[in-house]
């Protein structure tokens, strides 16, 4: 039978150590995102994938706010955080910083997420810096902020529903950028 592993079996890092740990070069950007739950959550994901920083823009509330600790259990104080109130500033900025901005849209030339995170694996050395954006939960990412990204990734999807939550899919292109990055460490 298994037995669930104590916080001190798991090794995790407190609050400081986890400010000073190096980070992947991806970052989350969030396009109106109106749900406090889904900002902790997308918070709290970037905690366990150790990214670098989640850039709130629009209507976005930000921390401290008691709604988005509720599902950040605490992480939107270990993961650094900045604000816009346009995303198309925040994406000119990350631009500028020399980031590959993607919109996680469905779009007529996008790529799904597996290519594009073989496309970062391919290009091992380059040590790629990316940026994705998650938009508004019923409107998605602003035409004008995918227009100004560098592309589009999709998550394929086989169901009746058209889209999932912004929460669940930031955790699996998350999840799954990450592990490209890990493995061109």
């Not at 109106?32 to 670098?52: C, K, L, P």
């Not at 198309?88 to 980031?99: C, F, K, T, W």
């Not at 004008?144 to 929460?167: A, F, L």
């Not at 950028?177 to 460490?185: D, F, H, I, T, W």
Request: charged letters at 25%; glycine letters at 6%; one cysteine or more.
């Amino acid at each position: 039978m298994s037995k669930k592993l104590t916080t001190q079996e798991m090794g995790r890092l407190s609050v400081e150590a986890y400010r000073e740990a190096d980070k992947l070069p991806l970052t989350v950007v969030l396009d109106n995102v109106r749900s406090q739950h889904n900002i902790g959550a997308v918070f709290r994901t970037a905690d366990a994938m150790r990214i670098e920083r989640v850039v709130l823009c629009g209507i976005c509330c930000c921390p401290p706010n008691q709604e988005i600790h509720k599902t950040a259990l605490g992480a939107e104080e270990s993961v650094g955080w900045s604000y816009y109130k346009d995303t198309i500033e925040a994406v000119n900025a990350l631009q500028e910083q020399g980031y590959q901005v993607y919109a996680v849209e469905q779009a007529h030339d996008s790529v799904t997420l597996e290519d594009a995170a073989r496309k970062v694996q391919r290009d091992k050395g380059l040590r790629t810096k990316i940026a994705v954006v998650f938009g508004h939960e019923v409107f998605g990412v602003q035409q004008e902020v995918v227009d100004r990204c560098d592309g589009c990734i999709e998550i394929p999807q086989y169901g009746t529903k058209h889209s999932m939550n912004v929460s669940v899919t930031a955790g699996i292109v998350m999840y799954r950028m990450s592990e490209a990055l890990r493995a061109v460490k």
